[in-house]
């Protein structure tokens, strides 16, 4: 598959990694050349030797998301820092440019739910820390 | 207009002057801004008309009453932020009426894929009105209403193109198109069938956004402009 993750930060390059060791076609678009070091190291090899595709430039510009290579991508992720630049670019991933599969990471639980409801798929890292908080914390005292 | 309850996100130059004037003709207001410092500067003016907080974020926007608004204006200098302020508050709060503020005109796209209009740029609006003011720019367009699918352009008449010299009712125009004044040295004509369309002058016509191209070669000679 052709996976397209826009910000390769912690959670982005992680799963960027991953996915290329899995043997997924990887493209990676993010605005910071510092990323590209990032998935150096934690390669342990150049992200281009290894395979992977490296673009920089910021997803609301529609030539940097087709140079990262949009039109072709079966799985797009949207990872930047900013939950309103992943919900705007997941939307454009999905409507302009019918990416099957198109998933943005949102931090505000209350909008990543209602973004999912719409038919965004979201995947909210704070909602998973309260749940295991609240379990972890709170287990056993009901 | 009767009194309307308005929404206005960010209170940086474009808000607070906004808010300041809705105020004025009567308005409701309430000018919400994220940056604390800003916000004590503008609540010393506003008061209670500005509320601290995020108004992209869904509980800040409740706070500030978004359930009974009858207009949100978003205006930060960020367009991710104003295009989901917009779209929540239309989709999910069922506002019936929004206007965004476009800081970048390239994101304009966004903005119309994903239903957010009247979206508006300054950067834009200047650049029409430098169109306006150098006409050998070539086409102008006056006005754009997309979803009624019109347009108003103006034209300058080229010396060898197709309608100099000819009557109006002899200019081939498509279907869908019109001439509604022209422009002779400095004054404004409405013309008839039988006015003559002089090389000089400034057509107005009002036309079908896909039929600007068609117009353009009628009034525009290929071998250069006017």
Partial sequence: M?????????????????????????????????????????????????GGRFTIGTAMELEALREAGVEEADVFIASTNGDNT??????????????PRVVARVLDPRRAAWYQE?????????????????AAALRDTA | MSSLYVIVAGAGKVGWNLARELIGKGHEVTVLESDRRRYLAVEQELEHAVQYGDATELWVLERAGIQRADLVVAVT????????????????????????RVNNPRNLIHFKLLGIEPAVSATDLILRLIEHEVPSYGLVHLLDLPNEELEVIELVVSEDSHAA??????????????VMALLREGKGLVPNGETVVEAGDEVLVVLQPRLEHDIESIFVSPNGRY
């Fill in chain 1, 2 to 50: 052709f996976v397209l993750i826009v910000g390769a930060g912690r959670v982005g390059s992680s799963v960027a990694t991953t996915a290329l060791q899995a043997g997924h076609t990887v493209s990676v678009l993010d605005e910071d050349p510092l990323s590209h070091e990032r998935l150096d190291m934690e390669l342990g090899q150049s992200w281009e030797e290894a």
């Fill in chain 1, 86 to 99: 992943n919900l705007v670019v997941a939307q454009v991933a999905q409507r302009r440019f019918d990416v």
């Fill in chain 1, 118 to 134: 719409q038919g965004v798929n979201t995947i909210c890292g704070t909602a998973i820390a309260i749940e295991q908080l609240e």
């Fill in chain 2, 77 to 100: 200098g960020d367009d991710e932020d104003n295009l989901l302020i917009c779209q929540v508050a239309k989709e999910k709060y069922l506002c019936e009426r929004i206007i965004a």
């Fill in chain 2, 165 to 178: 010299g000819k009557r109006v009712v002899d200019v081939r125009l498509p279907e869908g198109s019109l």
